[in-house]
């Protein structure tokens, strides 16, 4: 609502100002009150408008409501600009000159600005006060006499698409075949009630795959007692929709002459009597959680075979309707030949049209509404050729805004679906779905990246006490959630790691976020900096030709971040117009130049800042960066860092590959200031990914005195007579792994010491810990030249995730990880692995296993039925029945291993989710592993991959080949089952199948470089 969102604006930007004005107090007293009375005034008006949106029974805004919403997001932008100003002009100390005279002569410049700052402050303070005034007098105007409710006259359509659908869709054969199999048993498994949830993003045919499979002979001759209904109702209240879906359904289940005519009294009863004792299939289309949780209980498990298949835009309503014995199915969207299909209906397809359609088609991005609405609207004209589909492309974003003209609305149904996303997001959450638009629909977006910059941006305010990088991951998650955004890559706990917006819903946002002046974009085409960037809170240049004189007469004080993807051209110039600027993405900017870094370093409200490979050193000025929080090198060239940068008061995330300058080492003013800075618990820095240790003295002996990291780096360097080397690693190792019994230590460590000794970290040693006390952490990552575990590993008693990479794995190296019994990951990087065992009992809570070897040095692994392995079998490696209690994915990234274990059986894990094969296994071996996959109760998807080097891995999406003694395999691979006791957060599936489906399933498990430059595995688990 907006009073919780204007609260926690009002927190966050006054709160700053009146800390500041209490210390000059009789200075500012007058300023302090005319700050008080536009907090009131901005909070007078969200809770006015609150209030008649609560009169209406529901959430969602009306079309005036957004446009205050909108006002006050304005009005809430152009106040913290006018407090940040001030606020800057009375903090920044005054440099220049020496000496007392010069000093008097500075401190008397420095007040008499001060005195022209309070002036100029309160003449904007006035402004903000009448627009206020003014603002708040609209809202109350806009309730008629009489009428309570007249901010909320004008309804939202809460109206579903109504497109008529077709009686053959394209591409709806192979997920049709995947559910239908869905609606029997797995041989051996007891009849019961599943539920089948079908979860995508809106537009991409759950509806219509869910009614095929209802219509299909198939589901006509298993189940004779059938009902089909849509949740979607009008209604604000909640007891009215379940009673129009339980009436819907006994309307349908129950014969006519049967029916009670007093039955609307007890739906729930009348239906679960009724079902008891019958074999069903019930579909709700559309079902929110709040329906579910009210209608679930009428649906009685008669142990006969149910099924009801729910579709939804949501994927945690999907995994909860589904939760325990049930399937979640994702949709997926069309291939480019599908995506033809549909676009192109009835239409002649020349060369012309189709090499000048490509850009329309990939805005669609498979979705079929989309393109169902592409096609519409060339049937409706008199020109279909290419150049006509590119001129749709170029203005598809206006199509979806609004209705053009008089013409016939060929994407109402596609707006209303985008809509519905849109307002499903208000206050800061709406601002971080607009932020989407800065980035090209082409590049993956970085979850963490995306994050720090939310937070630098402030868009990840509360008005509670909770943490704003707790509010940043909930609003990203709602965007997975929504299936607005796809994952790409996701890490070790189902954290996305990469992710892309659909490609309608990217164009939808980037248009939206234009029109609000939200942001302004710079593609090649349009080079210059028009006026509306005077309002324009973000700028985003892509490979921008640009002139200094571009932005000459441009006022650029509003814009908070600069974002450059290719050549920045004049846009460079545009940062020292960016007074207020607080995110400084240049990453990817290819003409960035060393010497643009001292103009860079004057912006004192800068709180993000990434540089790219252009760059080979940075300035000591870069302590003009007061408030800076995050510092991106790792695409950069610098190798040295100056100290100024480790003394930034509120530096908090620091990537690259550091050392500290040789120069100020040598300084002892300089590292003593350092160090007395670092003691003084003046230090924010959380991550430190990472740094260079060797045996002179560095980041390996100041961060002793970091107490706040939590994440740490370091590449070892081989050096002679290293003692004292190893005793300064030992002790940082410490200091970040120690912590009381009694808390948990969420810290990671990442060692690369590939140029190091084989026996290096052999010698690293941790002092025995004090009693309440011991060592912990929460991931370990280590890389180089390994024989056996380091002793310091088995110190790390609460281990949760271990990665461990080298040339060989040795059979003692891997029998010692047996002794970590709170390992949740693991995963095994080697050119050559030795054998070994996993015993009964062995590894009792690890989900996730991955071996990732080129070759084994023994013959291939075995399964054990008993405690121990005879003698000819030991030299093989085996894994004994018992073993690995709690897996849940297992990744054999070796042929050798694909082969070796294809002949195990599966059903022994219980918990089995997905398996993931080499790319390079034989055909035989992998139908294999499809067959055990359908014959698990689970039915666990089976993934093929392939190398992408020696740390990363990606899905190759290839169709098995129909096997007739195998019959069915295909689909047996999209299936996913919820076990109770899985913790999963989502049930997703990827088949092995072509490009050209419209159905399927869920994310690669990527193995790639971590955040910090690791080595770990980044696949998806609870």
């Known amino acids: 609502m907006e009073s919780a969102a204007v609260s926690a604006f009002l927190n966050s930007v006054m709160g700053r100002l009146f800390l500041l004005l209490e210390k000059e107090y009789h200075k500012h007293r007058g300023l302090a009150q005319e700050a008080q009375s536009i907090q009131l005034e901005l909070s007078m008006i969200a809770a006015n408008m609150d209030d008649q949106i609560r009169a209406l029974g529901r959430h969602e805004r009306t079309a005036i409501a957004r446009l205050y919403g909108a006002e006050i997001l304005d009005l809430e932008h152009d106040i913290e600009d006018c407090v940040d100003r001030f606020t800057h002009r009375l903090k920044c100390k005054q440099h220049g000159g020496s000496g007392a005279a010069s000093s008097l002569v500075r401190r008397m410049a420095h007040e008499l600005k001060k005195v022209q700052s309070r002036s100029s402050y309160a003449d904007e303070i006035h402004k903000l006060k009448r627009r206020l005034k003014e603002a708040r007098q609209r809202v109350i105007d806009s309730v008629p006499v009489g009428q309570p409710n007249g ?40 009849q019961q009630l599943r539920v089948i949830s079908i979860v995508g993003f809106g537009g991409l045919g759950k509806t219509t795959l869910a009614r095929a499979v209802y219509d299909s002979p198939r589901a006509k001759e298993t189940f004779h007692c059938r009902a089909r209904v849509s949740a979607t109702d009008t209604s604000p209240e909640i007891g009215q929709r379940i009673k129009v879906i339980l009436r819907d359904i006994l309307q349908q289940v129950v014969p006519k002459d049967s029916m009670d005519l007093d039955v609307d009294n007890n739906l729930e009863a009348s239906l679960k009597e009724y079902l008891s004792d019958k074999r069903y299939l019930i579909v709700i289309d559309d079902v929110q959680m709040d329906e579910w949780r009210a209608v679930n209980s009428a649906f009685v498990d008669s142990n006969t075979g149910s099924r009801i298949i729910l579709t939804t835009t949501i ?17 997926d969207t069309l291939g480019e030949e599908d995506s033809k299909k549909i676009a192109f209906l009835g239409i002649s397809r020349s060369p012309e049209l189709e090499h000048r359609s490509a850009g329309l088609l990939g805005k669609c991005d498979g979705l079929p509404l989309a393109l169902a609405s592409v096609s519409d609207y060339l049937k409706s004209s008199n020109e279909r050729t290419g150049e006509f589909c590119a001129k749709l492309c170029s203005n598809l974003g206006s199509h979806l805004k609004e209705k053009h003209g008089r013409d016939i609305d060929n994407f109402s149904d596609l707006r209303k679906v985008l809509l519905d996303n849109y307002y499903s997001f208000p206050g800061y959450a709406l601002s971080c779905f607009l932020y989407l638009g800065i980035f090209p629909s082409n590049r993956p977006l970085k979850r963490k990246v995306v994050i720090r910059r939310w937070l630098a941006e402030g868009y990840a305010r509360s008005e509670s006490l909770r943490d704003e990088q707790d509010i940043a991951d909930e609003n990203f998650k709602k965007l997975i959630d929504w299936n607005i955004i796809r994952p790409i890559d996701t890490r070790n706990n189902s954290e996305v790691k990469t992710c892309k917006t659909h490609g309608i819903m990217h164009e939808f946002v980037l248009h939206k976020s234009l029109s609000h002046r939200f942001i302004m974009t710079l593609p090649p085409d349009h080079p210059r900096v028009g006026a509306n960037a005077k309002s324009a809170r973000h700028l985003s240049v892509h490979d921008g030709k640009l002139t200094e004189c571009g932005a000459s007469d441009v006022d650029l004080s509003c814009v908070r971040s600069l974002t450059v993807f290719g050549d920045a051209g004049g846009a460079i110039s545009y940062i020292r117009k960016c007074k207020l600027i607080r995110v400084l993405d240049l990453e990817g900017c290819n003409d960035l130049r060393d010497d643009d870094l001292e103009h860079i370093c004057k912006l004192w409200y800068l709180k993000y800042l990434s540089l790219g490979d252009t760059i080979h050193e940075l300035p000591r000025c870069i302590d003009g960066l007061h408030c800076l929080e995050t510092l991106d090198l790792r695409r950069t060239k610098i190798k040295s860092l100056p100290v100024e940068a480790i003394q930034l008061p509120h530096l908090t995330h620091l990537f690259g590959k550091l050392m500290f300058d040789k120069d100020d080492l040598k300084k002892k003013k300089k590292m003593s200031k350092l160090e007395k800075f670092l003691s003084g ?15 002179s003295k560095g980041f390996l002996q100041f961060i002793m005195h970091m107490d706040k990291l939590r994440k740490v780096k370091i590449w070892c360097k081989r050096v002679a007579n290293g003692d004292s080397y190893m005793r300064d690693l030992s002790k940082a190792i410490q200091k970040l792994t120690k912590v009381p019994m009694d808390r948990h230590n969420d810290c990671s460590l990442s060692l690369d010491f590939e140029e190091t000794c084989e026996d290096f970290l052999s010698s690293l040693k941790l002092e025995p810990c004090s009693e309440g006390s011991e060592y912990d952490l929460r991931s370990l990552k280590l890389h180089g030249k390994l024989l056996l575990l380091p002793p310091f590993v088995t110190q790390l008693r609460v281990l949760t995730d271990l990665c461990i990479s080298s040339a060989t794995l040795s059979r003692g190296l891997l029998s010692a990880l047996a002794n970590l019994d709170k390992l949740l990951y693991l995963k095994l990087i080697a050119d050559l692995l ?60 070796c042929p050798d291993l694909v082969v070796g274990l294809s002949g195990i059986d599966i059903r022994h894990f219980k918990h089995l989710k997905e398996v993931t094969i080499d790319a390079e296994a034989a055909a035989e071996t992998r139908q294999h592993w499809v067959h055990a996959a359908k014959n698990h109760p689970n039915r666990p998807r089976v993934i093929e991959s392939e190398e992408l080097g020696p740390c990363a891995i990606r899905e190759k999406r290839k169709r098995c080949p129909a096997q007739p003694s195998l019959e069915g395999l295909d689909s047996s691979l999209k299936k996913v089952r919820l ?7 989502q049930a997703i599936v990827r088949p092995i199948m072509g490009t050209d489906t419209m159905a399927s399933s869920s994310n690669p498990i990527p193995l790639h470089a971590d955040e910090s430059g690791g080595w770990m595995q980044q696949p998806s688990h609870p």
């Open 151 to 190: 901010l909320l006259s004008m309804m939202l359509d809460t109206s579903k698409p109504c497109r008529a659908i077709t009686s053959h869709p394209v591409g709806i054969e192979k997920p049709m075949k995947e559910i239908l199999s869905l609606l029997h048993e797995v041989d051996g498994e007891p």
């Open 315 to 331: 994927q945690s309503v999907a995994n909860m309707c589904s939760h325990g014995n049930g399937y979640v199915y994702q949709m």
């Open 681 to 695: 618990k003046k230090s924010n820095l959380q991550t430190l990914a990472g740094f260079v240790a060797d045996n």
């Open 834 to 893: 030795e054998s070994f065992e996993i015993k009964h009992g062995a590894f009792p809570s690890l989900q996730r296993l991955c071996f990732q070897v080129k070759s084994l040095a023994v013959a291939s692994p075995t399964i054990e039925q008993g405690a121990r392995t005879t003698i000819e079998q030991e030299a093989r490696t085996t894994i004994e029945q018992g073993a690995l209690p709690n897996l849940v994915s297992l990744q054999l990234l």
């Open 979 to 985: 076990s109770e006791s899985s913790s999963w957060s």
